[in-house]
């Protein structure tokens, strides 16, 4: 997709508030600051597949929304594969985070290694 129609597609699906573990986990400042220039390159490719991943999730529950006010038969299908579709997208985007704290971990000096865990929802940083 090119450039310019993927910023209109970003602009029109904005995350919707109540739905905080739809952002893309930052690097906390400080343990960014220790990566070698690979890891920061692996991250930023990766959070860039993931914000791509958010952004569809967005898409398909707006659909998904759509979906629920019409009342056609047959809708209620549509909206279990928008739902399912919404939990496999969630899934991959919980094992990129996971992958992308594996890879800086080995970064870190060993005394702080440790605050590679998995983060809770709710929170901007892998860290």
């Known amino acids: 997709m090119a450039e310019d129609k993927m ?11 109540n739905c905080p573990s739809l952002a893309v986990r930052l690097t906390n400042k400080d343990v960014w600051n220790m990566l070698k220039c690979d890891n920061k390159k692996f991250d ?7 914000r791509l991943i958010s952004k569809a999730v967005t898409a398909i529950a707006f659909s998904a929304k759509k979906l629920k006010e ?13 739902s399912d579709a919404i ?5 991959a985007q919980q094992i990129i985070t996971a992958q992308r704290k594996m890879t800086q971990k080995p970064a870190l000096p060993y005394d702080i290694r440790d605050i590679c865990h998995l983060p809770r929802d709710g929170t901007a940083y892998i860290v």
Not at 44 to 50: C, D, G, N, R
């Open 87 to 91: 939990a496999l997208l969630g899934s």
């Open 44 to 50: 930023a490719i990766f959070s860039a597949v993931q």
């Open 70 to 82: 019409c009342k056609e038969i047959g809708v209620k299908k549509a909206m279990s594969h928008s």
């Open 7 to 17: 910023k209109e597609k970003f602009d029109v699906f904005k995350r919707p508030e």
